[in-house]
């Protein structure tokens, strides 16, 4: 009975100090456990995060932290403290508060902490740092700290690596900042919100290595010592800041450095020749966006490890050297936008290793160098908006690579190279506005498996739509715009599933919208100028990627589909056709509207109210014949109305007091009556344009018109106003200076995926017209130059008195026209002071007096008429008015003589200036003498009165 009972013990004591007892004793500190599970405990609380859960699935109350994922301990020491914690992309959506880390800060035996990727919000904790002092590496990037950072972790004097990128932390970094941190050899501070000067005690880090400032607001000029001490540096990047100035000549010296990039910042200056004699390391070299002149130094291309090379956005001239041959590792050679000139040398084939090579937007010119067909290994390709002639070279289908070829917007000629189907990489082909392209669009395009992007507009390119093609490639982007294409639609567009941009604008296209393009997922599509027909298919409307559809100036008919008012389109431009009927009331039902154009057709009835909280920004449905009052809703954001030539009457509708954005305003010929003044008390100051010429307007020009002062244009002729003109007009102040430029519209929303903003084009001639009087025949013009046009046209009014003399101050006036009106009395002196008038009509008035002077000083004005007034005297002579010899400008006047008219002055009339005066120096002098001999003879007269009454004579 014994053995047994031993053997029990035997067993109960082995499973005791085998499973038992390591469960009650733990390798790493107990408090350290504590602190652990306490960040734990709190991340759940805060965040219900399953991300969190399993990366830290591991952390279980009894077990041993040392053998928890994401944990490291010292396995050298007795105490297994923990020396490494990676807690990063625990939190991948919201964010955490920065208190959340204050258990993990309080294990003083961390070397290395990474808590990036983590979205942590709030300022990171001041007191937590103070007991770190092992800590050799601090991983805090990508999260959401705000505030500055800490003195306390400048103190961890053991620090060799930082990363604090990708924050929002701001304000400036102390002076003494660094003086601790003597063993640092890499700090990452980029992209955050940091300003003010980089501190000396950071350019003293003799250890430092790798320092990256980039992204943040550090501005100033850099002391030309400020590098000496960075001995050790291989990496610095500075890029996106506001530092000027010129480049710390000790920067060059630092032969370790292998990274440098000082883009987007201002400094200037020749870039040193000497300055990269000893950075014979150097493989990345970015100074982009800079204001650096002069030419590319010969010793930059002694830098034969450079990979890297950009310079583009500066003011840099001068030719290419062909020593360029020299960097033969260059693997990225980026100069745009700069103002180089000559050819392209042809020493650039040697660089064998490029993969980028972009030279656009400067003034090379000559041919493409057939050399460039050696650079088997080139990737992208891009000589866009040079001056280059020529062709493109036969052999470019050697550079089997290619994944972008962009030659747009220079002079080649030729045709596109057959060869170019062996690019069987290229994904993006831009060939367009050249104008010497000529020939069929090779049919092997079709080939290119990979082509997402074809852009072959603004050639004299032709495609041939009549042959069968199936294409290979599935578009995202296509413009054919201007390449010959006739017949229908191409039916290959069918399979372009993924297409988002099409232009196949400025062709002799026919037919009618065939229901499949309608079906596409297209976002832009645009159509306009061709001879397309019938009626545009409802389901057009009822796409949910449709934002910008330009259908102007074909001949498409009938109804707008009522579907349109589940549209989400942004831009609608249906301008220039034969649509019909009424407008559907269901357009004001589309969300994000932004721009309207349905002018120059057959549109007819009360246009649609759409509601004011709408995003309509440019609405133009001028020249059809809409009836009824003047549409009254409009948004807050509107700020182009250009309803005219319609059928409108009524008065001005209160809702224009609201339109504070409203730019231009153009009604002319309708029938609106009312008073004018009751319309000026509405407008905003912002208004630029304001036509309501050929109206039924009637009452006086108020005083209140000069509070529009940002006033170009003001065609108010053609209607029944009268009374008297304010002298305020003299004071609208765009017609005083001559503005700058011309304002655009604001779009109220961000338009996603595709640049509305720019395919709107608010300076664009397509946009924007004016119909006036200009020079005695109806003009348009294009809002493209609009800002040179400044005009007042009264005209054909019941205006009447004294033409103010305030309106000399208009210096920046090119058209005057008061024709047609009572005006009466002398034309102002101070018209002499309008410098920049081309145009002025003073027709039709009952003027008097002589001409003035003073208009021998208007040297633009090249067209003049003062017919059909009451002016006498001779008309002044001047270079420019002796020009304008036509007799009708004068015509119908009491008494105007002159060399320009050929009727020959009187004696009266003949005096020249200088005899004028010389006789009315005669008359002063003969009056004088008259009133010197009556004085005497009074004062004579006078004293013998006295005398003799004092003498008692008279008694």
């Not at 400020?226 to 010129?246: D, P």
């Not at 990274?259 to 201002?266: A, E, K, Q, S, W």
């Not at 430029?741 to 300076?763: N, V, W």
Request: net charge neutral.
């Amino acid at each position: 009975m014994l053995k047994p009972c031993l053997l029990s013990c035997f067993l109960f004591f082995f499973f005791f100090f085998f499973f038992f007892i390591p469960k009650l004793s733990f390798s790493c500190p107990q408090d350290q456990r504590q602190s652990l599970l306490e960040f734990k405990n709190l991340l759940i609380h805060i965040k219900d995060n399953s991300t969190a859960f399993k990366g830290l699935g591991t952390w279980r109350p009894n077990s041993d932290c040392c053998k928890w994922l994401r944990v490291r301990c010292n396995a050298s020491s007795p105490s297994k403290e923990v020396i490494d914690l990676n807690l990063s992309y625990l939190i991948l959506s919201g964010s955490v508060s920065s208190s959340i880390l204050r258990p993990v800060l309080r294990i003083n035996s961390l070397v290395s902490l990474d808590v990036s990727f983590n979205s942590i919000q709030g300022e990171i904790p001041r007191d937590a740092f103070v007991n770190l002092t092992r800590m050799i590496s601090l991983n805090m990037t990508f999260n959401l700290f705000n505030g500055s950072i800490p003195p306390e972790l400048f103190t961890l004097k053991t620090l060799q690596y930082l990363d604090l990128s990708v924050s929002k932390l701001g304000g400036e970094l102390p002076g003494e900042a660094f003086v601790n941190l003597t063993r640092l050899i890499s700090l990452n501070m980029s992209y955050n919100y940091l300003n003010g000067s980089i501190p000396s005690t950071l350019l003293s880090l003799k250890t430092l290595q790798h320092l990256d400032l980039s992204v943040n607001y550090f501005g100033g000029e850099i002391p030309g010592d400020a590098f000496v001490n960075l001995t050790s540096l291989i990496s610095l990047g500075m890029s996106y800041n506001s530092f000027n100035g010129s480049i710390p000549p000790t920067l060059f010296p630092l032969k370790t450095l292998q990274h440098l990039d000082l883009g987007m910042n201002n400094f200037g200056g020749e870039i040193p020749g000497d300055a990269f004699v000893n950075l014979t390391n150097l493989v990345f070299l970015d100074m982009s966006y800079n204001n650096f002149n002069g030419s590319i130094p010969h010793e930059l291309f002694s830098l034969k490890n450079l990979q890297r090379l950009d310079l583009s956005m500066n003011v840099i001239g001068g030719t290419l050297s062909g020593d360029i041959k020299e960097l033969k590792n260059l693997q990225e050679l980026i100069l745009d936008k700069n103002l180089l000139v000559g050819e392209i040398p042809p020493e650039i084939g040697c660089l064998v290793e490029l993969r980028t090579l972009t030279l656009r937007h400067n003034m090379f010119n000559g041919s493409i160098p057939s050399s460039v067909s050696r650079l088997t290994k080139l990737k992208m390709f891009d000589l866009q908006n040079n001056s280059l002639s020529s062709k493109i070279p036969d052999d470019i289908g050697n550079l089997v690579n290619l994944s972008t070829l962009s030659l747009s917007m220079n002079k080649l000629s030729g045709g596109i190279p057959s060869s170019i189907h062996n690019l069987k990489n290229l994904e993006t082909l831009q060939l367009e506005n050249n104008n010497g392209f000529s020939g069929e669009i090779p049919t092997g395009l079709f080939g290119l498996q990979k082509l997402k992007i074809l852009r072959l507009e603004g050639n004299k390119l032709q495609w041939n739509n009549n042959g069968y093609v199936f294409p290979q490639f599935k578009l995202t982007d296509l413009s054919l715009r201007s390449c010959g294409l006739e017949g229908n639609i191409p039916d290959w567009l069918k399979n372009q599933t993924t297409l988002v941009y099409l232009d196949l604008s400025i062709n002799r296209l026919e037919g009618s919208f065939p229901k499949w393009l309608a079906d596409l997922k297209v976002g832009i599509m645009i159509l306009s100028d061709n001879r397309l027909a019938g009626s545009l298919p409802p389901t057009l409307f009822q796409s949910s990627s449709l934002d910008y559809l330009v259908l102007s100036r074909n001949n498409f008919s009938g109804e707008i589909p009522d579907t349109i008012g589940e549209s989400l389109v942004m831009v609608l431009m249906l301008s220039e056709n034969n649509f019909s009927g009424s407008v559907p009331k269901s357009i004001t039902k589309i969300p994000f509207l932004l721009l309207l154009d349905l002018s120059k057709n057959r549109l007819s009835g009360e246009f649609p109210r759409f509601l004011p909280e709408s995003y309509l920004v440019w609405l133009d449905i001028s020249s059809n014949d809409f009836s009824g009052d003047v549409p009254a809703y409009f948004g807050v954001y509107t700020s182009m109305l250009l309803m005219s030539q319609n059928n409108f009457s009524g008065d001005f509708p209160q809702i224009f007091r609201n339109l504070s954005s409203l730019i231009r305003l153009d009604l002319h010929n309708n029938k609106i009556s009312g008073e004018f003044a009751s319309l000026t008390d509405r407008l905003s100051s912002s208004l630029e344009v304001l036509s309501l010429r050929n109206n039924s307007l009637k009452g006086s020009i108020p005083e209140g018109i000069s509070k529009l002062t940002s006033l170009k244009v003001l065609d108010l002729s053609e209607n029944n106003l009268d009374g008297y003109l304010p002298s305020s007009l003299g004071n609208l102040t765009c017609m005083i200076k001559s503005p700058e430029s011309s304002s655009s519209a604001t779009l109220p929303i961000t338009t996603g995926k595709h640049d509305i903003e720019r395919l709107i084009d608010i300076k664009s001639q397509d946009l924007f017209s004016l119909v006036v009087n200009w020079k005695n025949s109806k003009q348009v013009l294009f809002d493209r130059n609009f800002y040179l046009y400044t005009l007042l046209d009264l005209s054909k009014n019941k205006l009447h008195g004294e033409i103010p003399t305030s309106l000399g101050n208009l210096k920046s006036l090119k058209v005057l026209n008061l024709s047609n009106n009572e005006f009466s009395r002398l034309i102002p002196q101070s018209f002499g002071d309008l410098e920049r008038v081309e145009s002025l009509d003073l027709s039709h008035n009952n003027l008097t007096g002589e001409i003035p002077k003073t208009l021998s000083k208007l040297s633009e004005l090249n067209t003049l008429d003062l017919s059909n007034n009451k002016l006498t005297g001779r008309i002044p002579e001047s270079p420019q008015l002796d020009r304008l010899n036509n007799p009708n400008i004068y015509a119908n006047n009491s008494g105007i003589c002159g060399m320009q008219i050929q009727v020959p002055c009187s004696p009266t009339q003949t005096k020249q200036p200088a005899e004028e005066k010389e006789e009315e120096d005669k008359e002063e002098e003969t009056m004088f003498s008259w009133k010197a001999a009556i004085i005497g003879c009074s004062c004579g007269f006078l004293i013998a009165v006295v005398f003799m009454s004092y003498n008692g004579i008279w008694k």
